[in-house]
């Protein structure tokens, strides 16, 4: 499939269904356990590089009124919370906005967060935010999508509000070894669960050039670096 065939409204659901069901395993790809072990070298790695993101979003500072879109499982919510005046998280999943919530909440930090339930394929923004993060989202929306989302992201941000979003860079070690990455340019790939149940899902990997211009086209002006290994990461503001 080429890169900018329209993606069915078919494989949308079939992504979001995957991601419901595979909500209590989620995190065991982001702390590299179980079929996303790759070995001390490689795992060390990954914890790095996420540590530099992290590095990243502090840096950023995003404070005040603060927008989470798939807000899945809440690494990157409890993150934000803690800097923002106050936080709304938007996912599709209500199995992973239960795992987001209680890890909150340990947290002493969900009095702060307001989640609600969203398709962010027909998400329009209730009002303008002063920042606004989605991490390991982007991927999954397909091109005949992109206008429309980041349309969307734009009329989210107040002028002069901040983007973060933080992706997954090309390659192998990034995900398990049954889970293939799609060949260059085709926007669908298929996922694995621990139980063996399979799914079709998104997963586009855009160069810099291609996101900035986008953004732009949203009035957002994008920068965009990477960690040396696994992440891409955007930042911008809103003209
Ligand atoms: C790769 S996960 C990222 C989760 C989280 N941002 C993180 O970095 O840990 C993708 C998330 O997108 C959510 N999702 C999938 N389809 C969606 C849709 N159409 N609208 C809103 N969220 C969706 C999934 O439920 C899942 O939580």
């Not at 078919?10 to 790809?29: I, V």
């Not at 803690?82 to 998280?89: F, I, K, N, R, Y």
């Not at 930090?109 to 962010?120: M, Q, S």
């Not at 260059?184 to 399979?198: F, H």
């Amino acid at each position: 499939m080429e890169a900018n065939t329209p993606v069915p409204a078919a494989t949308l659901a079939e992504q979001q269904r995957y991601y419901r069901a595979r909500a209590a395993e989620y995190d065991e790809w982001f702390l590299r356990r179980g079929r996303y072990d790759h070995g001390p070298e490689l795992n060390a790695r990954w914890h790095a590089e996420v540590g530099q993101v992290q590095d990243a979003l502090a840096r950023a500072a995003l404070t005040g009124d603060v927008l989470e879109l798939a807000c899945g499982t809440g690494w990157w919510t409890e993150r934000l919370a803690a800097t923002a005046g106050h936080l709304t998280a938007l996912d599709a999943a209500p199995e992973t906005i239960a795992i987001n919530r209680a890890r909150l909440e340990a947290a002493g930090l969900a009095d702060r967060v307001a989640f609600a339930e969203a398709d962010l394929f027909a998400w329009r923004p209730d009002r303008a935010y002063d920042a606004v993060f989605f991490g390991f989202w982007l991927s999954h929306v397909p091109d005949d999508r992109l206008d429309a989302f980041l349309g969307a992201v734009g009329a989210a941000l107040r002028p002069g509000g901040t983007v973060f979003w933080v992706d997954s860079l090309r390659n192998e070690s990034g995900t398990a070894p049954d889970q293939p990455l799609p060949g260059p340019g085709d926007p669908l790939t298929q996922r694995r669960l621990n139980d063996g149940r399979t799914f079709r899902i998104v997963k586009r990997f855009r160069g810099r050039d291609e996101l900035v211009d986008a953004f732009g086209r949203s009035g957002i002006d994008l920068t965009v670096t990477a960690t040396p290994t696994y992440f891409q990461i955007g930042t911008g503001q809103r003209r």
